[in-house]
């Protein structure tokens, strides 16, 4: 660890750590309603479970996000952090607002109320002081974190993330606006929604996974931008237009049809970009880096979004597939891969590698880390699958041949049991993941052959960090 204040994201990790397996019990819960509907229906019914599911997923990205910049800011920058104390300031903002949204959901507190009860927007329900708090959060962050980049070095990363991470905050302030015409409301809500997971997170994506590929492969920076600026030029041509695949049966003029089915179909290539960038990147490395985990998991990254966003978000894009998908079991395979590729193994590949280095014990738990990996990795494909093919049958029954939902939801009952078993692998990948990070035993790791010859010739020699 070069400075002090990259200590900062420790703290960072740590709580998006615990929300993240709050955030996959919350996932099993649900799963298991599915195939037992009166399961909690008194204590906590599905629509509460469901919502602290998607917000603590949305919330322990973001704090990985700000950790992930506060780590490799100075780093970047060549310089520390600008405030320590406006970085820890922010974190409590963020923890008190999270628990206020907990407890408001959990107890259904203040209903109705504009200030302090919650809106029935999905991924938005937080009340209107919770959204605030997260504004006024946003804004500490981006003035610590832009202030260490203007004070310091400029490199096409830290650059790249910061205009990922303003793009982030100013495109939250939608939230806010809530209008009473239903298809208004949802023009305006794709835009914080679609514009944050296809548009700003993709930057802070290339970002952070350029970072890793920098550390973890010694490719040259040169050849590293030239990549990044190719990938955020892919995401944000496809990604901006692609928010109108949203709008083609909610009001919207008929000409988003077509502007939405040419442009989301282009989302496809800025992550095959990353992919391709990831695994070049690895094939022309020069170093044989100790924290293998932490290359799986960037490796992981880059595969099982292009994959789970790309492959699996095409396949149901245009508008004349949509039109009979929409809504159904399909659109939940897409959204579970996407965001476990795109963004969780992203987050997990950055905890991997920085956590070691923060705690002093590089690397560690390595095995076991990885173990995690596989096991998280194919319940999620696995689950993906199974929603795939109950999605499938779901719209033959009843898109195309009428039936009624919930007779059609009897029939996919073997699907839903399949779905909540992989569910229960991921959890416990979760929890060996949360060990391996959290447990101090140092592993002995075996040199590369490029290790052990510079071993030969320099005994005193140190693998690369």
Request: include cysteine; charged fraction near 10%.
């Amino acid at each position: 660890m070069k400075y002090q204040t990259q200590k900062i994201a420790l703290a960072y990790f740590a709580v998006a750590l615990g929300l993240f397996v709050i955030q996959i019990i919350g996932g099993l819960l649900v799963g298991y309603v599915y195939v037992n509907p009166n399961f909690l229906s008194e204590i906590l019914p599905f629509n509460i479970l469901r919502m602290l599911h998607t917000n603590s997923l949305v919330v322990w990205l973001l704090l990985g996000f700000f950790g992930a910049a506060y780590f490799l800011v100075p780093e970047e920058a060549e310089r520390e952090m600008h405030s320590t104390k406006l970085a820890y300031l922010q974190l409590i903002i963020l923890v008190v607002g999270t628990l206020g949204v907990v407890v408001t959901y959990v107890f259904n507190l203040f209903e109705g109320n504009w200030l302090l009860g919650k809106e029935g927007r999905e991924f938005l329900e937080q009340p209107k002081w919770v959204k605030v708090g997260i504004v006024v959060a946003a804004l500490i962050f981006l003035y610590n974190v832009s202030m260490t980049v203007l004070k310091g070095k400029k490199t096409a990363i830290n650059t790249m993330l910061l205009l990922g991470l303003w793009g982030l905050a100013l495109l939250f302030l939608f939230a806010f606006y809530n209008p009473s015409n239903l298809a208004l409301d949802k023009q305006y809500w794709w835009y914080v929604i679609h514009l944050w997971v296809e548009g700003v997170w993709e930057l802070i994506m290339a970002s952070i996974l350029a970072y890793l590929m920098l550390k973890l492969t010694g490719v040259d920076r040169e050849i590293v931008e030239k990549w990044l600026y190719v990938i955020v030029a892919l995401a944000l041509f496809s990604g901006i237009l692609g928010t109108g695949h949203h709008y083609f049966f909610i009001g919207m003029p008929s000409y988003w049809l077509w502007i939405g089915s040419i442009f989301s179909s282009l989302e496809i290539l800025p992550f095959f970009a990353m992919m391709s960038f990831a695994f070049v990147m690895v094939w022309k490395g020069r170093r044989d880096h100790p924290n293998k985990a932490a290359l799986l998991w960037s490796l992981g990254c880059a595969t099982l979004a292009f994959f789970g966003a790309g492959v699996w978000g095409f396949l149901h894009t245009l508008h004349g597939i949509n039109f009979y998908t929409h809504g159904t079991q399909i659109t939940a395979a897409h959204g579970h891969l996407a965001f476990y590729g795109a963004y969780v193994c992203l987050n997990i590949a950055i905890f991997t590698y920085a956590m070691p280095i923060l705690l002093n014990r590089d690397p560690y738990n390595q095995v076991l880390n990885m173990a995690a990996f596989w096991l998280m990795s194919a319940g999620m494909c696995f689950m993906t699958f199974t929603l795939t093919f109950a999605g499938t049958v779901q719209t033959h029954l009843q898109r195309v041949m009428g039936e009624y939902y919930m007779d059609v939801q009897d029939q996919l009952a073997l699907f839903y049991w399949m779905r909540f078993f992989s569910g229960v692998a991921v959890f416990i990948g979760v929890l060996l993941l949360v060990y391996s990070l959290a447990v101090p035993r140092k592993e002995v790791v075996r040199p590369g052959p490029i290790e052990r010859k510079r071993l030969e010739e320099d005994p005193d020699h140190m693998p690369a960090e």
